[in-house]
């Protein structure tokens, strides 16, 4: 089975802090991606990764970065945490070819507060 | 305009009834895929089911079928003889053919199966 780890559950930052989450996938996938949920927003793109050091902006990336030094792991960095930045964030990782229906795998969640 | 558009945010069955969740999608690309996610309280995005748009026949998974209207570009999840398991939130999401890599998801619908 696929597996995509997402090394913090909950956490619990200070406005202004930098944030560090961290994804690990399993599968040797291409491509990594960094989701935000919101209640009543769904499920909306931050950034994703196709191969090693190489990203692009999804739909709302403003006050967020990523890094991705090695194929299995993508980290999502908040360099100055805000209070709007309190949600869920998802990452989850797919191989390079969209064929035969294969999907994405996601993590299981990580629970950002800032206060 | 939105890709994936969920009505419904809140449902209510009865345990052992069927239910629907409806979806519909907007896109201009003549190839796309269109995909169901289950996801409970604790957080993880489990894939459920996925539909082709040149698929002919629409797409079953035990107890999940989704219910497919290329014309209406709908894509309803069936789920039949509901569970108390199966309360969750539950996101429809398409992808398109266009070369991108991402999903569309929409704002889903939590069921609620009450005993």
């Known amino acids: 089975d696929v597996k995509v780890t997402q090394s913090s559950r909950y956490l619990v930052k200070r406005t202004g802090e930098k944030v560090f989450l961290e994804c690990v996938q399993d599968?040797?996938?291409?491509?990594m991606f960094w989701y935000r949920q919101d209640p009543g927003l769904g499920l909306r793109l931050i950034y994703f990764s196709y191969d090693v050091k190489m990203k692009e902006k999804g739909d709302i990336p403003e006050g967020y970065s990523v890094s991705r030094e090695k194929k299995e792991r993508f980290s999502l960095i908040l360099e100055s945490a805000s209070t709007n930045q309190t949600s869920m964030y998802l990452c989850?990782?797919?191989?390079?070819?969209?064929?035969?229906?294969?999907?994405?795998?996601f993590g299981e969640g990580s629970w950002l507060t800032v206060v | 305009a939105q890709k994936i558009t969920q009505t419904q945010p809140g449902m209510f069955v009865q345990e052992k009834e069927a239910v629907t969740l409806d979806c519909t999608y907007d896109?201009?690309?003549?190839?796309?895929?269109l995909f169901w996610y289950k996801q409970p309280s604790s957080g993880e995005m489990i894939f459920l089911i996925y539909?082709?748009?040149?698929?002919?026949q629409n797409a079953t998974e035990g107890r999940y079928s989704l219910n497919f209207q290329k014309a209406r570009k709908s894509a309803n999840l069936v789920i039949s003889a509901s569970q108390l398991g199966d309360s969750a939130m539950y996101f429809c999401?398409?992808?398109?053919?266009?070369?991108?890599?991402?999903?569309?998801f929409g704002t889903g619908t939590r069921l609620t199966v009450i005993p």
């Open positions: 599968m040797d996938h291409e491509n």
């Open positions: 999401a398409m992808r398109e053919d266009d070369g991108a890599n991402n999903l569309f």
């Open positions: 896109t201009s690309d003549p190839s796309y895929g």
């Open positions: 989850a990782s797919r191989e390079q070819s969209w064929s035969s229906g294969n999907t994405i795998y």
């Open positions: 539909q082709g748009s040149y698929d002919q």
